[in-house]
C-alpha cells in the first residue's frame, strides 16, 4: 500500500479553487458512456457529481488565509498483490476507502475525537497508472533510448547528406537495441507517461482543509505531530500523527478482507529499512523460512537484492545499504510495495 498526502497545489499549477484538479480526475471519463464512468464518492453517497464536489470544497475554506492550502489531495495506490486479493473490485476499494477516511479523523490530536462525520471529503477510484521518471523500468531503459535517440538523429543527417552512413544498416542497430531494452509493453520501450499494464487501481481523495461545518481546521500536512502546548495557560492538544494513520490504513486493509501481510509491506518495516537498514536486515533474517521466502520475492520484483552484511566492515555494510534504501525508495515511491 502506498499513500500520499499533499496540499493543494498554489500559484501556476493549480488555482485556490478545487476545479482543475476535478476535471483532471475526469480524464478517464472522456469518451465513456454514463454508465461506464467512475463517480465521485464521500461516506454517504455513492454518486456525486463533479459540480457538487467543486461547490462544496470551495465554499468550505472560512477564515483560511490566501497562501493556505483549501485542500488536501491523499492518493492510495494499493500493490499489485492487494488488488489481487480483493479480485481489482470496485465496490471492495469504495468499502476500504470508507474504513480509511475513519482511521484518517481518528489520527487528528484533539481534545475530542474528531469523527469521519466531521470530515468534508469525496473519493474516486482510477483504473489506470503511468511510468514516472523515477521508476526502476524507466531508469534502466535509459541508455537504451538515448543510444536510440543518437540513431535516428544520424538517419535525419544522413538524409541531409551532413554524415555519412548506411541507413538500413543504423535502423538494423536501433531494432537490435529496442530488442535488448530489459524493459517492454507489447515491444514497446517502456518511457515515460507510458499506460502500465495489469491491474493499477487506485483512489484520489479530496479532503477539505476545513471541517465539515466549517469551523476549525484540520490539516494533515500540520508540521506538528502529535503533541500537547501550552496555549493561554491551558494545555492544547494539536498535530496529525501521520505514523499512526499509515499504520492503521494497512490494519483496516488486512482486517477487511483476510490479508496476510508480510514484512517487508509493512510500513513499520519499510520505515526501518529507512532509518535503521541494518536492523532491518536482522529482523528480515529473523523471519520464519516461509515469510522470508515471500519477503525476498517482494522484493526481488523492485530490483533489490539482499546480501549477507560484513560483520567486520561497518562501512562496507553501510555502503551496501545505502544502495538498497535508494531502490526501496524508487519502488515505494513507484506503488509497488509501497505503504
Known amino acids: 500500500m502506498y499513500i500520499t498526502i499533499t496540499p493543494q497545489k498554489l500559484g501556476q499549477t493549480y488555482s485556490n479553487s478545487v476545479t482543475d484538479y476535478v476535471d483532471y480526475l475526469e480524464k478517464e471519463n472522456e469518451g465513456l458512456e454514463p454508465t461506464d464512468q467512475e463517480h465521485f464518492f464521500n461516506q454517504s453517497e455513492d454518486q456525486v457529481s463533479k459540480e457538487k464536489v ?7 475554506t472560512a ?38 477516511m475513519k482511521a ?9 475525537p474528531i469523527t469521519v462525520d466531521q470530515i468534508k471529503y469525496f473519493a474516486k477510484i482510477e483504473r489506470e ?23 535516428e538523429n544520424d538517419i535525419r543527417k544522413v538524409m541531409r547528406g551532413e554524415l555519412e552512413g548506411n541507413i538500413k544498416d543504423i535502423q538494423a542497430e536501433i531494432k537490435k537495441l529496442q530488442k535488448e531494452a530489459p524493459h517492454q509493453i507489447d515491444g514497446q520501450l517502456i518511457t515515460v507517461g507510458m499506460r502500465k499494464a495489469g491491474n493499477q487501481s487506485h483512489i484520489h481523495i479530496i479532503v477539505s482543509r476545513k471541517d465539515a461545518t466549517n469551523t476549525f481546521s484540520l490539516s494533515p500536512g500540520s508540521k506538528y505531530k502529535s503533541s500537547e502546548v501550552e496555549l493561554h495557560g491551558k494545555k492544547v492538544k494539536r498535530g496529525f500523527n501521520r505514523d499512526q494513520f499509515y499504520e492503521k490504513s494497512e490494519q ?11 514484512f517487508v509491506e509493512t510500513y513499520k518495516g519499510k520505515k526501518t529499512f529507512v532509518k535503521n537498514p541494518i536492523l532491518f536486515r536482522i529482523l528480515l533474517g529473523n523471519l520464519p523460512t516461509s515469510e522470508k521466502a515471500v519477503a525476498l520475492k517482494l522484493l526481488s520484483k523492485t530490483g533489490i537484492r539482499i546480501p549477507s552484511i560484513p560483520t567486520n566492515s561497518a562501512q562496507i555494510a553501510l555502503k551496501t545499504f545505502h544502495r538498497l534504501r535508494r531502490g526501496m525508495k524508487r519502488a515505494i515511491e513507484a506503488g509497488s510495495i509501497g505503504i
Open 54 to 60: 467543486i461547490a462544496e470544497i470551495d465554499n468550505n
Open 63 to 100: 477564515k483560511l488565509k490566501k497562501s493556505e492550502p483549501k485542500f488536501y489531495s491523499i492518493i492510495v495506490s494499493p500493490s499489485q498483490r492487494e488488488l489481487k486479493k480483493i479480485a481489482n473490485k470496485h465496490d471492495a476499494l469504495k468499502k476500504y476507502t470508507r474504513e480509511l
Open 104 to 112: 484518517y479523523a481518528a489520527s487528528f490530536h484533539r481534545e475530542q
Open 129 to 151: 497508472r503511468t511510468y514516472r521518471g523515477f521508476e526502476k523500468e524507466v531508469l534502466e531503459n535509459a541508455p537504451y533510448r538515448k543510444r536510440i535517440a543518437k540513431l
Open 252 to 262: 483496516t486493509f488486512d482486517k477487511l478482507f483476510n490479508y496476510n501481510r508480510n
